[in-house]
């Protein structure tokens, strides 16, 4: 009797101390909080409730502070570091006040004397007037930078991180890891100039595509190649800078008023602009020091030709839907980790005049 009277006392020792350990942890400090001071004497059902939450943590990040939860539990289903879907997020920006940055945005280009009336003669429709509002949303999204305060903005770029890597935890938000997957620097929001925050939209809408998610990661593998490696995501950004001028040039006018939308013909110009890049990039044997000239020739073609881009891009998702299409085939490419992105002399969009002859520069 007295080694299991023992024995109990030890176990219940334990649990206490147990407990005691549970109570000073935030979640259950969240849950005191509101249940507005109440002090359980006895293991109740919200201390239960915290201690499977803290089961159910994964891992956590020591530098970060990060929490994994592992999938399925309680907790997950509001925690941050959750993927985000394109329409999630898009309806994040739908929701929050963006008065302040859709006062910046030029909705179209100015044009006057002779270039005014040539584009009124020969240029492009204009946009239906109730597309014009989801148009400005687009402009709106892309003056909004990378704000580390808001939870949205940290679940697009843990999605972008997760589905380009393979990797099942999260990251931190700043750190080399982002350089390996071709930014500039540590920290993502440096390198977003020029496309602001949809830049991010549109690299989440590649990966969370099921369509698009396999051009992504071939993109990303020939952003890799020993010979031909450019910084994958600093040249997202660029494409971004393409789709934006194309948009306010109104040359996507015609196919928006066609499909009666506009988010989407943004979304899948920039997918099949994307897709040129990579098939000229591989052909042609471009390098980093041809970027700017690559890029600028993209654009002219991109603007001119919207609807074969569109068109090209859907046959070849049509081919890869069915096997039939790679953009690769058996390139030699780096390892894992590429190249750092911070070595490679890169020139994008902005960077380049018109009488340059130069491809040096860093976006």
């Given at each position: 009797m007295n080694e299991k009277s023992c024995s109990f006392h030890n176990e219940k020792e334990l649990r206490e101390e147990q407990i005691s350990e549970l109570k000073n942890h935030s979640l259950l400090q969240a849950l005191r909080a509101e249940a507005n001071g109440w002090e359980p004497a006895a293991v109740s059902a919200e201390v239960l409730r915290a201690q499977e939450e803290w089961e159910a943590v994964d891992t956590i990040q020591p530098?970060?502070?990060?929490?994994?939860?592992?999938?399925?539990?309680?907790?997950?289903?509001?925690?941050?570091?959750?993927?985000?879907?394109?329409?999630?997020?898009?309806?994040?920006?739908?929701?929050?006040?963006?008065?302040?940055?859709?006062?910046?945005?030029?909705?179209?280009?100015?044009?006057?004397?002779?270039?005014?009336?040539?584009?009124?003669?020969?240029?492009?429709?204009?946009?239906?007037?109730?597309?014009?509002?989801?148009?400005?949303?687009?402009?709106?999204?892309?003056?909004?930078?990378?704000?580390?305060?808001?939870?949205?903005?940290?679940?697009?770029?843990?999605?972008?991180?997760?589905?380009?890597?393979?990797?099942?935890?999260?990251?931190?938000?700043?750190?080399?890891?982002?350089?390996?997957?071709?930014?500039?620097?540590?920290?993502?929001?440096?390198?977003?100039?020029?496309?602001?925050?949809?830049?991010?939209?549109?690299?989440?809408?590649?990966?969370?595509?099921?369509?698009?998610?396999?051009?992504?990661?071939?993109?990303?593998?020939?952003?890799?190649?020993?010979?031909?490696?450019?910084?994958?995501?600093?040249?997202?950004?660029?494409?971004?800078?393409?789709?934006?001028?194309a948009l306010r040039e109104e040359c996507l006018s015609r196919e928006c008023n066609r499909q009666q939308k506009v988010i989407p013909v943004v979304n899948s110009f920039y997918a099949a602009t994307f897709l040129r890049l990579a098939h000229v990039w591989r052909t042609q044997k471009k390098t980093i020091s041809d970027s700017g000239f690559v890029l600028k020739d993209l654009e002219a073609l991109a603007k001119k030709s919207p609807r074969r881009l569109l068109r090209t891009l859907e046959i070849y998702l049509a081919r890869v839907s069915k096997g039939q299409a790679s953009l690769l085939g058996s390139q030699k490419h780096c390892g894992p980790q590429g190249h750092n992105s911070k070595d490679l002399t890169f020139t994008g969009v902005c960077d380049l005049q018109p009488h340059s002859s130069e491809g040096a520069g860093l976006i």
């Amino acid at each position: 009797m007295n080694e299991k009277s023992c024995s109990f006392h030890n176990e219940k020792e334990l649990r206490e101390e147990q407990i005691s350990e549970l109570k000073n942890h935030s979640l259950l400090q969240a849950l005191r909080a509101e249940a507005n001071g109440w002090e359980p004497a006895a293991v109740s059902a919200e201390v239960l409730r915290a201690q499977e939450e803290w089961e159910a943590v994964d891992t956590i990040q020591p530098d970060t502070g990060i929490f994994h939860f592992a999938p399925g539990s309680q907790a997950s289903s509001d925690h941050p570091g959750q993927l985000v879907s394109f329409s999630e997020a898009l309806q994040h920006f739908q929701t929050v006040d963006l008065s302040s940055f859709k006062k910046r945005i030029q909705p179209t280009i100015r044009r006057t004397g002779f270039a005014a009336l040539r584009h009124c003669l020969f240029g492009p429709p204009k946009l239906h007037q109730g597309l014009r509002e989801e148009r400005d949303l687009v402009l709106t999204i892309a003056q909004c930078g990378l704000d580390s305060q808001d939870p949205m903005h940290g679940r697009v770029l843990q999605t972008i991180y997760k589905k380009l890597t393979g990797s099942k935890f999260d990251c931190a938000l700043h750190g080399d890891h982002w350089e390996d997957l071709g930014f500039q620097g540590a920290n993502p929001a440096t390198d977003l100039r020029g496309a602001g925050f949809l830049a991010l939209l549109h690299l989440l809408y590649l990966v969370m595509d099921s369509k698009t998610l396999p051009m992504a990661l071939e993109i990303l593998r020939l952003s890799r190649h020993h010979i031909q490696q450019f910084p994958f995501c600093l040249m997202s950004v660029n494409i971004t800078r393409i789709a934006i001028q194309a948009l306010r040039e109104e040359c996507l006018s015609r196919e928006c008023n066609r499909q009666q939308k506009v988010i989407p013909v943004v979304n899948s110009f920039y997918a099949a602009t994307f897709l040129r890049l990579a098939h000229v990039w591989r052909t042609q044997k471009k390098t980093i020091s041809d970027s700017g000239f690559v890029l600028k020739d993209l654009e002219a073609l991109a603007k001119k030709s919207p609807r074969r881009l569109l068109r090209t891009l859907e046959i070849y998702l049509a081919r890869v839907s069915k096997g039939q299409a790679s953009l690769l085939g058996s390139q030699k490419h780096c390892g894992p980790q590429g190249h750092n992105s911070k070595d490679l002399t890169f020139t994008g969009v902005c960077d380049l005049q018109p009488h340059s002859s130069e491809g040096a520069g860093l976006i």
